[in-house]
């Protein structure tokens, strides 16, 4: 279990990793993408983003498992883009947080639009 939020976002971002570089396995497998292609893990944790991008944190998230640290090592060997989004542009928000109706149509028609392109 997480013992802070940043450690959860980590957890998190771990995980969308793993499966990110496996769609884009999947993908170049099929020829829908390039070789060259880099999956891009977005996160609006800014503790996520500079754990990840930053090993000199490492005394302060030493009671993170090392198997989450997974997604540092993919960030820094180039085989994943980890960039900070913010919370208000960051369309999984509304399935996990209580929004304005308007927010939350913007929000969701933003998402169709992602899928859709």
């Avoid at 279990?1 to 959860?8: C, F, L």
């Avoid at 998230?61 to 640290?69: L, N, R, T």
């Avoid at 919370?87 to 509304?94: E, K, P």
């Avoid at 304005?100 to 899928?115: K, M, Y």
């Amino acid at each position: 279990t997480a013992t802070s939020t940043t450690e959860a976002e980590f957890v998190a971002a771990s995980d969308a990793t793993k499966e990110s570089l496996w769609l884009g396995r999947l993908a170049r497998t099929f020829r829908q993408c390039n070789s060259k292609w880099i999956p891009t893990v977005f996160s609006d944790s800014q503790g996520v983003v500079a754990l990840a991008k930053n090993p000199v944190h490492h005394n302060a998230s030493k009671h993170i498992e090392v198997w989450y640290h997974f997604v540092r090592d993919c960030a820094t060997s180039g085989k994943l883009n980890l960039e900070k989004i913010c919370t208000i542009d960051n369309v999984s928000n509304r399935m996990t947080k209580c929004l304005a109706p308007d927010r939350f149509q913007s929000l969701r028609l933003d998402g169709v639009n992602e899928i859709l392109v």
